[in-house]
């Protein structure tokens, strides 16, 4: 759920819809929050104060001090061309580096981060994507993004949320008011307002939470690194015995069916839909019992955290790191293809495709010993490689996932007062349960300049509205037509909204929308999608491909790869990525003939699931 346009043109436009900038606005200060003095342990939140200045939209975002780098090497024979500069392509990049492996990061845009960017309008840093960032606490080791950081010598400094997202859902008799639920950072105080609402499943959402528990807890011993790889699958193992066990008995289970053994009312298993369905787009059936494991607890563990300066910091400190490292990421590189080369297979006549770089549209090219792709696997392999070239699991993907669908977007700068008495950054609203998975259905808010207020102005608040939407509501349309449909929708948006922020229409001073067809340009997502969801009920986390494919020397990495979408999520399958391609490079130990069967055997559950 992105929205990346505005950084791309600030230089160019002017914002499409926004209301007028206060030129002479006085400026308010902030109310400070009791949380806001909450500073995480990572370092310490100092509010930059800027003046809100009309001028401040013809500031080029990054400043001009940043230095875009455009260029890199072609005369090289990268262990690693990376197509993509998304958090999945960074992580492996920095995993990468960091074992001293020669790499090239290929952006198209120019910016890192991708979805978890972030963009500057107006004195307001808008997050492209989602402002909810898990895996950057301290402890364990399912802190991936904190991790990844520290591989190229970075940390991030950050405030933590008190809650993870407050629901406010569709009035019903039990809740004439609506249902009101807020995920408290503190377990036990999550559990206890759920349980107020349903006394008579106290125990059931206990032993439901439980459960997830169980599986964070095995996760958050392990080392994460590549499983698809049966060396280190084994030496784990060995030496965690009880949490692989207890992994492996979840491998397969979607999250609906392990709630429905503990909780019996339906509409707290409606709650567990749309505790699911915020950060996967599917109901509680079709999601894994391993991510909901992941995101149900890390929430309380880790906790929530903000990086300060807003997301799109955690791919800047990432890409510095690489290049300080050796690497090199070069913006403005779009990949127009994926070169492949035949080789022999095994011992016989039989011959296999292999890739061995890519070439850009500018026509440059760069070879390497691995291509890792970033893209969508739907635009890498119809877009980079070729509908005609198709290897059969793609296919096999094809039936058993389709595209989630996009996001509208609405970022707003607003006067203080609109947010007054909030501290909550995120909100869910629904007003009827039947439109939980219809577009338009679920309201996101997020409210980040409530933990940051660096993000925008003094007297002035960041809020972002997002809501799943389809390209096919925005095909066709003349620019005028399109332009209308804009505005129509985010005053739609906007009214919905007065139910948390009343005034709110009042109180906007800026305002630009992006649509699934802007998440599609910018971004260069299929049509605008989030990313894979199942078609029919998934094996568990068994379904999703991990990060090898059929060509050799082929590598996918980001949300179309198992574990799917989130930053976090991403990030494992960077960690997992750069892992299968170090052993595939020989510069870390395997087994070779356990490796090829274990393969083998992996490929085999993957097509019969
Ligand atoms: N709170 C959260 O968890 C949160 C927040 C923001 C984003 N996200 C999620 O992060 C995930 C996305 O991460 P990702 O790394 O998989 O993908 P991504 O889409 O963010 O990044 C892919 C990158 O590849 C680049 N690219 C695509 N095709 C290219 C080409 N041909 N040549 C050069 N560059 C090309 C794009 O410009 C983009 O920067 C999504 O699921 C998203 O929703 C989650
Ligand atoms: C080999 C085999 C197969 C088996 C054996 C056993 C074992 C050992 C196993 C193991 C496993 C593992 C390691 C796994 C791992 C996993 C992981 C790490 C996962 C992760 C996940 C994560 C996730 C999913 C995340 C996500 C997130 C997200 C998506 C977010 C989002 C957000 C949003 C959208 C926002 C919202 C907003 C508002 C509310 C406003």
Same mark, same amino acid.
């Given at each position: 759920m992105q929205l990346a346009n505005a950084a791309f043109s600030a230089t160019s436009r002017a914002p499409t819809s926004c209301s007028a900038l206060p030129r002479s606005s006085a400026p308010l200060r902030h109310a400070v929050l009791p949380h806001q003095n909450l500073v995480a342990e990572t370092g310490r939140l100092q509010p930059k104060h800027r003046s809100l200045k009309p001028?401040?939209?013809?500031?080029?975002?990054?400043?001009?001090?940043r230095v875009i780098q455009t260029d890199a090497p072609t005369d090289v024979e990268y262990d690693a061309v990376i197509v993509g500069g998304g958090m999945g392509g960074l992580a492996t990049a920095a995993q990468l580096v960091a074992k001293g492996a020669k790499v090239v990061v290929l952006e198209k845009?120019?910016?890192?981060?991708?979805? *978890?960017a972030h963009f500057k309008r107006a004195g307001f840093t808008f997050d492209v994507g989602s402002s909810m960032m898990f895996g950057m606490g301290q402890e364990g080791t399912t802190n991936l993004i904190t991790k990844c950081l520290q591989a190229v010598g970075r940390q991030l400094p950050t405030v933590p949320d008190p809650t993870q997202v407050v629901y406010h859902l569709p009035k019903s008799e039990r809740f004439p008011q609506g249902l009101h639920v807020s995920v408290w950072r503190r377990y036990e105080a999550f559990l206890t307002e759920l349980g107020e609402r349903f006394p008579h499943e106290r125990a059931g959402i206990r032993a439901f939470y439980d459960e997830c528990w169980k599986v964070f807890n095995s996760l958050n011993v392990l080392e994460l690194?590549?499983?698809?790889e049966p060396r280190y699958l084994l030496g784990q193992f060995a030496v965690q015995p009880l949490a692989c066990l207890t992994l492996a008995s979840m491998v397969? *289970?979607?999250t609906g069916e392990v709630a429905r053994r503990h909780i019996k009312d339906p509409e707290l298993l409606r709650f567990i839909d749309i505790e699911c369905f915020i950060?996967?787009?599917?109901s509680a059936d079709l999601t894994p019992m391993i991510n909901s494991g992941m995101v149900f607890c890390d929430r309380h563990f880790g906790g929530i955290n903000y990086p300060v300066g807003g997301v799109g910091r955690i791919g800047e400190e990432l890409a510095e790191g690489i290049i300080e490292h050796g690497g090199h990421v070069a913006y403005k590189a779009h990949v127009k293809e994926i070169l492949l080369a035949e080789e022999a297979a095994g011992g016989g006549e039989q011959r296999q495709q292999r890739a061995v770089g890519v070439r850009l549209a500018d026509g440059r090219v760069f070879r390497g010993k691995t291509v890792i792709s970033n893209a969508t696997r739907w635009d890498t392999f119809e877009g980079l490689i070729g509908e005609d070239k198709l290897p059969t699991s793609e296919k096999l993907f094809r039936q058993r996932y389709k595209k989630s669908p996009s996001f509208f977007s609405l970022h707003m700068g607003v006067r203080a007062e609109v947010l007054r008495g909030l501290s909550d950054c995120h909100h869910i609203l629904l007003e009827d349960w039947g439109k939980m998975e219809d577009a338009r259905g679920v309201v996101f808010l997020s409210l980040p300049s409530l933990l940051d207020p660096s993000l925008a102005p003094p007297g002035y608040h960041v809020v972002h509205a997002f809501t799943p939407d389809w390209i096919d509501n925005w095909q066709d349309l003349s620019p005028s037509e399109y332009e209308a449909a804009k505005e129509a929708v985010s005053d739609q948006l906007c009214e919905r909204l007065e139910a948390v922020l009343p005034g709110l229409r009042e109180g906007i001073v800026f305002r630009e929308a992006g649509t699934p067809r802007t998440h599609r340009r910018y971004l260069s997502r299929v049509d605008g999608s989030y990313g894979p969801i199942p078609s029919r009920r998934p094996l568990g986390m068994l379904s999703m491909p991990l990060n090898t494919t059929d060509i050799r020397g082929l590598y996918c990495v980001g949300d179309s790869t198992f574990p799917g979408q989130g930053v976090n999520a991403v990030v494992f399958s960077g960690f997992g990525c750069a892992h299968r391609v170090l052993c595939d490079l020989g510069r870390e130990p395997t087994w070779p003939l356990l490796d090829q069967a274990y393969g083998r055997l992996l490929a085999a559950v993957r097509n019969a699931s």
């Open positions: 001028e401040a939209t013809k500031t080029p975002y990054p400043p001009p001090s845009y120019l910016l890192p981060g991708g979805s *978890a690194k590549s499983l698809e397969a *289970a979607n950060w996967s787009t599917v």
